[in-house]
């Protein structure tokens, strides 16, 4: 979320658009996402020129070269370069139709491909040299290397977009999106879909993980994997379309495959495509029940888009093929029909593996709706046999419209964006659990689906007497409370539940249908002892008050 600074900075952007003339929400937030594009195209090239002095081979951005009438010098597109010229000769190089930056950006994605495509309706607004300018100069102070600082600039101006509340379209939080990242460790065999793409956030994210947890060796080998086909999406807000494909192109991916079509609707046949799906659909949306994909709704007979959009992705997934989604409360205990056949085909018919309960307050201040997290694998012909739950209390911020941060920014930048507290020790991470669940979240998560587990715990997670190294028990892998947590207590945040007791309510899976609220018993004295108290303290008053009558 943005706040304090970075929200007055943009605030300032904002007012210089309106002030020069521009009012129109869109074209703000068209013209701002271009320019913040173009500078990190040059913060991208002057890394790779860094890492060139190691050896690191890349093709530039920026070429120099003759074009049909004069020499096309492409340095000149360079932030670094733009923002040192005159204020008329740089708003020339904008406003050129022919030869200059907007061109440029529009031939960056490969012939025929989808950002080449969504990238053809890129065109300069920015009328008044002045107000470019201005709006270049005030980005120039916004310090963003922080990775999450785009995204926190885009969750804002979405907020700003009229009806952007009720399409559904905030930002998930960086570090929920790392979390399922995270729990699901993608591969570099994966193929990736998020069928609500919005600016590729969870795209992005696992584009994140890879690099980070594969050599440059294999990422080389499977380059034509990871440039075309490893990361897909949908999308119909043209906005959207063009935000995705160039923060997926800032990430390294040449050919992002966002394609604009409604995902739920007869429009997108794509069936049995993916083996990972990370998704945060829309909650509130409803869709015009002609148009739906005739599939889904024999899954489950709605218009919510909530309940399609599980259909789709069991309908997208490969066979064993894995997704995790966040899903509005009501999803998992609402008792229509609609809501109940969802269940049943995830539980039933496939294989469901957790379930994540947040707390109210994650999506602050654009909406209060209580959510959870869904992990489950597509199989069609059932495997479920216990679920874990998980109730997170504490996700690292406040749960009120301001979500400050409660724990060290440093600890919960590590988490969110990049070594998910490796570097900590086992103190740390239990001394911040109160206020930060989700360190444990994901220890418990790996070690529940670890060969260690059956070794450690009982078939209803009850904790076993077991003789043996602590290195064949994972003391070295996990931190020592997961090993040695119940996971049949249900006072407990963390514990599992078997699929007969799921089937037998009904499907229900509220997180307070399973779990057990313990109550200390609180003890009073007898009504006469407490009578006896008081007479003895009112005896006391009369004395105390007779002793000061008396100084008098």
């Known amino acids: ?33 271009y320019l913040i594009f173009i500078k990190d195209l040059d913060e991208t090239e002057t890394r790779n020129e860094r890492k060139a002095l190691r050896g690191f081979k890349y093709t530039p951005l920026f070429a120099v070269y003759k074009g049909e009438k004069d020499e096309v010098n492409q ?26 930056v907007f061109p440029f950006i529009r031939s960056l994605g490969k012939d025929q491909s989808l950002f080449s495509t969504y990238m053809k309706g890129a065109t300069f607004g920015i009328s008044k040299p002045s107000v470019l300018d201005q709006v270049m100069e005030k980005l ?5 290397t922080n990775q999450d600082t785009k995204g926190d600039i885009y969750e804002y101006l ?18 929920i999106i790392k979390l399922m990242v995270e729990l699901m460790q993608p591969s570099l065999e994966d193929t990736i879909c998020d069928p609500s793409a919005g600016t590729a956030g969870f795209l992005v994210a696992a584009k994140e993980y890879i690099d980070k947890h594969n050599e440059m060796t294999e990422l080389d080998k499977k380059s034509e994997h990871i440039n075309k086909t490893m990361f ?10 063009r935000i995705a494909s160039m923060n997926l192109y800032l990430h390294g991916i040449e050919e ?34 002609e148009s739906i994909s005739a599939g889904l709704k024999n899954v489950t007979d709605t218009s919510k888009t909530e309940l399609l959009f599980l259909a789709l992705m069991l309908r997208q997934l490969k066979k064993g093929g894995r997704a995790a989604v966040i ?7 609402n008792n229509s029909n609609a809501h109940k056949s969802i269940r049943k085909e995830i539980i039933e018919n496939n294989k469901l593996e957790a379930v994540i309960s947040m707390p109210n307050g994650v999506f602050n201040p654009y909406t209060p709706v209580s959510t959870a997290i869904i992990i489950f694998t597509k199989t069609g012909s059932g495997g479920t046999d216990n679920v874990w739950f998980y109730d997170m209390l504490a996700d690292g911020k406040s749960l009120d419209v301001k979500r400050n941060l409660l724990v060290d920014e440093d600890l919960f930048m590590d988490f969110a964006f990049g070594n998910s507290l490796e570097n900590a020790d086992e103190e740390l991470k239990r001394s911040v659990h109160n206020k930060f669940n989700l360190p444990q979240i994901l220890d418990h998560y790996r070690y529940y689906k670890s060969d260690y587990f059956k070794k450690m715990h009982g078939k209803n997670g009850e904790l076993l007497q077991v003789n043996d190294v602590p290195e064949n028990l994972a003391f070295n892998h996990f931190m020592g409370e997961t090993l040695t947590h119940d996971y049949s207590d249900r006072t407990s945040q963390s514990f599992i539940v078997p699929f007969n007791e799921i089937k037998e309510n009904d499907w229900d899976l509220s997180i307070n249908r399973y779990k057990e609220i313990f109550y200390e018993e609180v003890k009073y004295d007898e009504p006469k002892v407490i009578l006896q108290r008081i007479n003895e303290m009112d005896e006391k008053r009369v004395e105390l008050k ?3 009558l008396s100084k008098i």
């Open 1 to 33: 979320m943005i706040t304090g600074e970075l929200k007055t900075q943009i605030d300032g952007i904002w007012n210089t658009f309106w002030t020069g003339g521009i009012s129109n929400t869109i074209t703000i937030v068209e013209q701002l996402t």
């Open 75 to 100: 340095q000149n597109f360079r932030w670094k370069n733009l923002k040192e010229m005159d204020v008329n000769a740089r708003h020339n190089i904008f406003s050129n139709t022919v030869d200059g």
């Open 140 to 144: 120039e102070r916004i310090d963003m």
């Open 158 to 175: 979405l907020s700003k977009l009229e009806g952007g509340g009720t399409a559904g379209q905030f930002r998930t939080p960086r570090h």
């Open 232 to 241: 897909n999406g949908t999308e119909f807000d043209a906005t959207m379309l």
């Open 256 to 289: 992002p495959n966002i394609v604009d079509v409604d995902a739920v609707s007869k429009d997108n046949t794509v069936s049995n495509a993916y083996t990972l799906m990370l998704a945060n659909p829309p909650f509130k949306g409803t869709i015009d029940k």
């Open 327 to 333: 899903v509005p409360d009501g999803v998992l205990f």
């Open 546 to 548: 007779k002793l000061l």
